[in-house]
């Protein structure tokens, strides 16, 4: 089973500002099979990234993802008051599907 | 505009069997891989396992003893069931689909049904 690990668990940030969020991935993954996806309190999850760096219908452009093999990265460039909610990275390339612990994003 | 619904028991005591279904409305039901996804009280998502439109099953190794997932394409419909629940399988419990032709993640989720364990 491939685990991902997320980091930071918390992070805490002002609007406006940069958000960096990371997957690991304990053993490589094909970058095709990594998404991100952002959950709010009550809500189901939302598919943000599929395919590492593609942004899902509808996502603005202030979210990016990048990485490949094991290292991947869930970018916000500048947070807007609706982007502070738990994110995921999930991999499908290899069985059993897994997702990452979460990472919160709350407003300092 | 393609929507999941899902229903099902929201109580099971001890040892009983969870339920739920799932209908797929208003898209395609081949080419997916229909999918159960669990998230425990304030924890993480766990994929429990999918199924295509043919059949195919693919399971969580850790629950495989205890899921069946099937599908009623008449109805567009698939299902899940988890026999012999405890306490640690109360959790939300949430459909969503998943491309087999396209790398796309999982693009569409049920609302999620709350199912609770308790005596």
């Known amino acids: 089973e491939i685990v991902l690990t997320q980091s930071p668990g918390t992070l805490s940030l002002s609007p406006g500002e940069r958000a960096t969020l990371s997957c690991r991935a304990s053993?490589?993954?094909?970058?095709?099979?990594v998404a991100w996806y952002q959950q709010k309190p009550g809500q189901a999850p939302g598919l943000l990234i599929h395919?590492?760096?593609s942004r899902a219908t509808g996502i603005p452009d202030r979210f990016s993802g990048s990485g490949s093999g094991t290292d991947f990265t869930l970018t916000i460039s500048r947070l807007e008051p609706e982007d502070f909610a738990v994110y995921y990275c999930?991999?499908?390339?290899?069985?059993?599907?897994?997702f990452g612990q979460g990472t919160k994003v709350e407003i300092k | 505009q393609v929507q999941l619904q899902q229903w099902g028991a929201g109580l099971l005591k001890p040892s009983e069997t969870l339920s739920l279904t799932c209908a797929v409305y208003g898209g395609p039901f081949t080419n997916y891989y229909w999918t159960w996804i669990r998230q425990p009280p304030g924890k993480g998502l766990e994929w429990i396992g999918e199924?295509?439109?043919?059949?195919?099953?693919n399971y969580n190794p850790s629950l495989k003893s205890r899921v069946t997932i099937s599908v009623d394409t008449s109805k567009s419909q698939f299902s899940l069931k988890l026999s012999s629940v405890t306490a640690a399988d109360t959790a939300v419990y949430y459909c969503a689909r998943e491309s087999v032709i396209w790398d796309e993640g999982f693009d569409k989720w049920g609302q999620g049904t709350t199912v609770t364990v308790s005596s």
């Open positions: 999930q991999q499908s390339g290899s069985s059993p599907k897994t």
């Open positions: 199924i295509t439109h043919s059949g195919r099953t």
């Open positions: 053993q490589s993954v094909d970058s095709n099979y």
């Open positions: 395919g590492a760096s």
